[in-house]
């Protein structure tokens, strides 16, 4: 079907120790700026930074305060 081929074209990345040092970072950061980033958006967000990717995401409200992250909102006119 059409949906497992799309999911066929994604890559599964773990959460490594670097993955987990750096979400407690980028927590740790926010916090200190009083504001909140929830583990699991932490952990999204330090993988993709990890792999040096962009976040594709249409919850960007929760992560444009990382200054390294560059996020792609799917639909946002002119989105690839």
Request: net charge neutral; aromatic share 4%; proline share 2%.
């Amino acid at each position: 079907s059409e949906a497992i081929e799309l999911l066929g074209t994604f890559r599964i990345a773990a959460v490594t120790m670097r993955v987990g040092r750096l979400a407690g970072s980028l927590r740790y950061d926010l916090a200190r700026q009083s504001r909140a980033l929830a583990l699991g958006d932490a952990l999204i967000a330090a993988t993709a930074l990890d792999l040096g990717s962009p976040l594709v995401t249409s919850n960007v409200r929760d992560f444009r305060s990382i200054d390294r992250l560059a996020i792609v909102d799917p639909f946002t006119e002119g989105a690839v």
